[in-house]
Structures are given as structure tokens and as C-alpha cells.
């Protein structure tokens, strides 16, 4: 690897371009969430009795509540490893890409999930390659992070026990989506219930990353 | 509750994050509110009468300009409170996703009204869910905006009085928007033009709110 | 009309809404384009004859770049006039909704265009639906830049030129979607090759406003 | 041409122009590259073989990936032209109007190729379509590249070895959509990977333009 890849140019800092990238990442965050809703559809036909028919559809809200929460907390863990991240080179560029192009696929299985979850084993099927698609995404997060880490393209300034506590915090996702994934095999609804617990999970102790452990605030 | 997660960090301030934060909500918003188009079909095999295929659609319109104020509204109200607002925790980060959520979901009941208002039973199924998901729409904007006040995320440099117009100002949509779900129980449409008055009535007055009341401009 | 509601606060310029409802608009401008794609359908059980599947389908691409062409053109009238006016009132923020209220509609028209502008009958309804949608974006372009002359929201160092420049500009374009209208209840195919020339006679000039008549750079 | 339309105002930079220009662009594109999810179908009535029905549909998938990695790529090129150039003239402007159009495209010879590639002719017709956009989506980047050069739009200070590596990159783009489309005609499985490949090509080198010969930072 030739060393002037991953440095930065001291002349030029890559503010701009790292800036745009961000603007662009939100973007496909954003649309990805939000494109969510068009896997509900408005049951046809159904005049005589839509209350029943639109409550028949609970596997579709349950998809679109869970895919939410999983996209809404990988965007904070995105969020976060990107503000501490001072500089990008081309590896981190293509990662990224590759986590972005797992995060837009989420319709698709959040889909199949909505439409297969009662079956017998078709809700198998599909609670596995649901998992599978957080799996990977959650991974690729931690790709990232570890990538930025290694190359030293997290800022100087961020300390180090925060640094320790997001690397520490992107772990047991991993493990909680590969336990959920088996338990799919057997129960598909405990599983999409099991992915909601980890979203939440990881929605919910992001922000305190930002303190340090003698924060003079305290 | 620790302390330390309600304060921010006095040398490093959240500025960063929050702006991504409200990059992102308006991108959901700006999604959110461009998707309502696809819930209005092209009327399919209508080449020997298309205008009065066009015309039947009318519930279809009348879903579109609803709902498309309705979301103005709250994003609006949403980009007031936003403003006002110093600096965000894990808390409001939550409450903000709930709120981009039920926003997220708005194509769907808007889908389900178009398809349902003009049958009897069915209309009164449609116009419920439709005013339920205004009314959490509205309610979450008001619970965000009660939360950074009770927590002191609001900046100091906001005047008392605009505070209390615009806690003032969010309450008669809750009582607005329950009162048309009981009204559209008996009258489907009637309930409906009610949502389009709450969400003009929102549009219209944010804007006073900027203004102190001894404004020296006046 | 109380005489505040016009004013700007000169303690707390409006400069940060002003940003957001930019960016707002821009995202519901980017999405409505980039949805004009999905009102092209993937022909359906067309494997021995793929090519003349397409090829029928003309309408579709007609559609597509007419109002591509038609929504790029209405987006840099909008940032010309938004780059011109420095604060944003109530009624300004409600007339700009209104004009994204029409853009986010474009994607509808164009997909009953692209179904029945080759029926005879159809073919004159929808080319009309869709002209009169074209005129009333355009209109209210015009409306949000008349209102800021007449409001004076207009930023002082913009030159007296460029304004009379982008107001006699913005004329012609209501002209011609009239016309265009009235040629479509006999020719709609020449009413929508008329919409693109209008269009692509947005997208050239916009930018010469930018040059005051005796400016320094000649 | 007369010389003011491509000077800039000395007195009045075009810089905030340039950035809502460069977000709209931005926004197309995250829109675009997450559209293309919705061209892959949840398969219906599959509860028997859910799993087979899902593999079955493993050209939706390439396509995806495929159009993915072809949009990342050109966006990757587009926000390195428009880091360097510093100023957009009337032409720019609706040259990159040009290339947004045929960006947003790509989800429609995307959902052409998944539903037809594996058809002996409709598969030669699909591949063909798809690779033409991707030749004309890559030529307008190198279009705008070149039209930027000429016109001296690129800003003073971006090295010259610079501008000669990016302009010499974007050559082998062209020759080799031309190669595969040409493949296409025979093998379109053959083309689509060779489509992957060139895209792959182009995310990796654009990084290296960013640092001139002599780099004081190796």
C-alpha cells in the first residue's frame, strides 16, 4: 500500500468532500426509512370489513416498526462514527458504499418478512434473510469503525475511553443478530421481536458516548 | 437518571450532530410528504371516459392535499421547536425518531382513505386511522417540544413569551384533531376537511412566534 | 395586516429558517424528479419481442423528459428567486408549500400522459390535466416572486435590473402553457413537445440574470 | 457567445448558487441509488418454497448490485468534477441537468434487465439498454469534466497533474461500456458483470486524484 493513500494532503484538507459524503449518506439513510411505508399496501377489496382486514396486515407494521428502528439506529451509529472520524481515504469510501448498499436493500426483505411471517417455514426463510441483511449491516458499521481506527482516521481530540466505549458497544449487536437469527429458525416472530430489542438497544446508548468518564459538566 | 446525560459538553458542543439531525428529519419529512403522490393510481382501461375516471378519483385528491398539509404543518411546527432548541440528548434523539416514524407512516392511512372514504362502514374505519395517526403526529411534536423544555434544551436567548405562544399554539390541534375522530365516526369527509382546517391553522400562525411583544421592527 | 408580521426582527435575523425551508424544498424538488422513473412500468410477458415492448412504450420517455425538463426548469426559477429574497414571511412560507404542493403532483399527470396520449379522447384529457398542472407551478412561481417584489423581501443589493429581468421572464412561460393547453384539446402530442420547449427555454436564460447590464466582467 | 455569460460576477460570487446546486445533484442521486430496491419484487404465493422462490430471482439481485455500484461510481466522479470547479455557467448547468436525467433513469433498464436477462433475445435487448444508459450517464460526467475544463470553470488552484489524471481516468469508462455492450449482444451475463467491474474500476482511483506527484505528505 503505498503511503500516500492514506494520508491526508496537509495543503488540502478533504473537509469538503467528507462533508458531501456525509450529505449523502443522511440521504440514503433518510429515503431508505422512509421508502419503509410502500411494503404496507391498502388491502383491496375489503368494504365490508376493512378493520379486520387492516388489522389482518399487524405482520406489515410489525416489519415497518422493527426495519424503522433498525435503519434509525445504524444511522446513529453511522452518525457517530463519522463525527469522529476526521478524514476519509478510497477503502473507507467503498466500505461505506457497501453499508450504504445494504441499508437500501432493507425494504426488500422487511417485505418478505411482511408477507411470508405467518407461513410455517416460509416465516423461517424469511426472518433469516431479514436477520441476515441487519447482520450485515450492523457488521459493516463496525467495519468502518475498526477500518477508521487501524488507518488512524479517527480525530486526535476524540478521547480514548469514548473511542474504547463505541468499539466496546458495536460488538454485541453482532452477537445479539447472529443468537436471533438461530432462535428465527424455530419461533420467526420471537426473532423480529429479538431485532426490535437490539435497535432499541443500540438507539438508545449512543449519545452517551460523547461524555468522557471525568466530563467536567458532571 | 445521571446528570451527566441531560448536560451537554461544554467544550464540545453537539452543534454538529444536531445539524445532521436536522438534515436527516428533513430529508424524512421532504420524502415523506413527495411520496404521498404514489398513492394516487393512473385509472387503468378509462380511454372512453379518462376525465370522468379522473374525476371519481376525487377521495384520492382530497387524501394528497390533506395529508400534504398536514405534514407542512408539522414540519413546520417540527423546524420551530428544532430551532428554539440548543442542543439534543439520547431522550429527544428517541422521541425525534417516534415522531419520523408516525411521519413516515402517513402515505399508508392517506392510501387506505383514498381507497375507503366513499364506502359506509369502511369510510368510517379509513377516517379513523387517518385522524389517529395525525393525532400522534401532533401529540409527538408536542411531547418533543414539552421534553426540551422540562429538560432545559432550549437556548437561553428564546424570549419567555415566544416559549409560551408556542407551547400556547400546539395544544388546540390534540383537541382539534380528537374532535374530527368522533366526527368522522358519524361523517367520514366532514372529519377529513376538519384535518385540512387543523393543518391550515397550523401553517398560518408558526410564523408570529418569532416575533417578541414589543418587537422594536414594529 | 399588522405591520410586524412583514418585518424581519433585526435582533434575530431569519436566516437559519431560511436555510431550512431551502433545503426542504430542494429535497421535495430532488424527489419528485427522481420519481418520474417509477411511472414507467417494465413491460410485462414481453420476452419474444422486447425491443418493440419498448420501443411502444414512447409515451413513457416522452413523458419522462418532458417533465424532468419541466421540474429542472421550475427548481432554478425557485433558487433564482429564493437566492434574491433575503427573509421569508408567514404567507410566503404557505405560498411555497403551495408550489411544492403542485411539483410533488407532477409524477401523477405524467403517468396519465404516458397511459393515454396515444387514445383520441384520453389523449386530449390528459394532455390537458397535465398542462394545466404545468401552468400552475408555473404561476405560483410567479406568485412567490411577485409577492416578494410587493413585500419587499427582495435583498436591497440585488440590482434593479436583474429583478425587472427575472419578473419579464417569468411571463412568457404562463403565455405559453396557455397556448400549449389550447393546442392539446386538438394536437396533444405537439402540446407536450410545446411543454418541453418551454421548459428548455427556462433552463437556458435563468442564469443570465445573474449579470447586471453593465457589468464589470465584460 | 458572448464573453459575459461564462465570466462570473467579480463583485457577486456564484458560490451559494453552486451549493444548493451541488445538494440538488446530491439529492438525485442518494434518491436514485435507493430507488432501485423497489425494481425487486417480494415473490408472491411462494409459502411452499419460499427459498427457491427468492434465488430464483437472483438477477434482481445482480441488478441491484450491478446499478448500485454504477450509480456510487458516477456519483464518486460527479462530486470530484464539481469539487474543482469553482464557478457553473448557463451550460453547466443544464449539462448536469443532463446527466441527473439519465441517473434517474437507471432504475428502469435496472428493472428491465432483472425481469429479462435470463431470455435468449429479450436478454440481449435488456443488457444492451442497460449498458447504453451507463455509456451516456458515463460520457455526460466526462462531458461536463471537458466543458468545465475548456471553459476554465475549474478553480486556479487544483494542480495541473490533477486535472490530467482525472481527465485521463475518465477515458476507459467510455471504451469499456462500449466493449461490454458489445459483449452484450452474445453473452448479457458476461456484459452485466463487465458493468461491475467498470464500476468497481472507477470507485477505487478517484481518491488518488486528490494528491499531486510530489505530495509533501509521502
Same mark, same amino acid.
Given at each position: 500500500?503505498?503511503?500516500?493513500?492514506?494520508?491526508?494532503?496537509?495543503?488540502?484538507?478533504?473537509?469538503?468532500?467528507?462533508?458531501?459524503?456525509?450529505?449523502?449518506?443522511?440521504?440514503?439513510?433518510?429515503?431508505?426509512?422512509?421508502?419503509?411505508?410502500?411494503?404496507?399496501?391498502?388491502?383491496?377489496?375489503?368494504?365490508?370489513?376493512?378493520?379486520?382486514?387492516?388489522?389482518?396486515?399487524?405482520?406489515?407494521?410489525?416489519?415497518?416498526?422493527?426495519?424503522?428502528?433498525?435503519?434509525?439506529?445504524?444511522?446513529?451509529?453511522?452518525?457517530?462514527?463519522?463525527? *469522529?472520524?476526521?478524514?476519509?481515504?478510497?477503502?473507507?469510501?467503498?466500505?461505506?458504499?457497501?453499508?450504504?448498499?445494504?441499508?437500501?436493500?432493507?425494504?426488500?426483505?422487511?417485505?418478505?418478512?411482511?408477507?411470508?411471517?405467518?407461513?410455517?417455514?416460509?416465516?423461517?426463510?424469511?426472518?433469516?434473510?431479514?436477520?441476515?441483511? *441487519?447482520?450485515?449491516?450492523?457488521?459493516?458499521?463496525?467495519?468502518?469503525?475498526?477500518?477508521?481506527?487501524?488507518?488512524?482516521?479517527?480525530?486526535?481530540?476524540?478521547?480514548?475511553?469514548?473511542?474504547?466505549?463505541?468499539?466496546?458497544?458495536?460488538?454485541?449487536?453482532?452477537?445479539?443478530?447472529?443468537?436471533?437469527?438461530?432462535?428465527?429458525? *424455530?419461533?420467526?416472530?420471537?426473532?423480529?421481536?429479538?431485532?426490535?430489542?437490539?435497535?432499541?438497544? *443500540?438507539?438508545?446508548?449512543?449519545?452517551?458516548?460523547?461524555?468522557?468518564?471525568?466530563?467536567?459538566?458532571?
Amino acid at each position: 500500500v503505498p503511503a500516500g493513500e492514506l494520508e491526508p494532503e496537509p495543503d488540502r484538507p478533504q473537509t469538503l468532500r467528507t462533508t458531501r459524503f456525509e450529505a449523502f449518506s443522511d440521504g440514503v439513510f433518510a429515503i431508505a426509512i422512509t421508502l419503509l411505508v410502500l411494503e404496507i399496501a391498502v388491502p383491496p377489496d375489503s368494504a365490508d370489513d376493512l378493520l379486520g382486514a387492516v388489522l389482518d396486515q399487524y405482520p406489515s407494521y410489525l416489519g415497518y416498526l422493527v426495519s424503522f428502528a433498525t435503519i434509525g439506529a445504524v444511522w446513529l451509529a453511522h452518525s457517530a462514527v463519522t463525527e *469522529f472520524v476526521g478524514r476519509v481515504d478510497a477503502t473507507m469510501m467503498r466500505l461505506n458504499l457497501l453499508l450504504l448498499m445494504v441499508v437500501s436493500f432493507i425494504p426488500f426483505p422487511t417485505g418478505l418478512l411482511a408477507a411470508y411471517v405467518g407461513s410455517e417455514d416460509a416465516g423461517r426463510v424469511a426472518a433469516t434473510i431479514y436477520g441476515l441483511t *441487519f447482520l450485515a449491516a450492523s457488521a459493516l458499521v463496525g467495519v468502518v469503525w475498526r477500518y477508521a481506527l487501524h488507518e488512524r482516521l479517527v480525530r486526535p481530540d476524540v478521547p480514548a475511553i469514548t473511542i474504547r466505549m463505541l468499539t466496546k458497544r458495536l460488538k454485541p449487536g453482532l452477537a445479539g443478530y447472529a443468537l436471533m437469527i438461530v432462535v428465527g429458525l *424455530f419461533r420467526p416472530i420471537l426473532a423480529v421481536l429479538g431485532y426490535l430489542l437490539i435497535a432499541v438497544y *443500540f438507539i438508545v446508548p449512543i449519545r452517551h458516548l460523547k461524555r468522557g468518564p471525568t466530563s467536567p459538566s458532571t
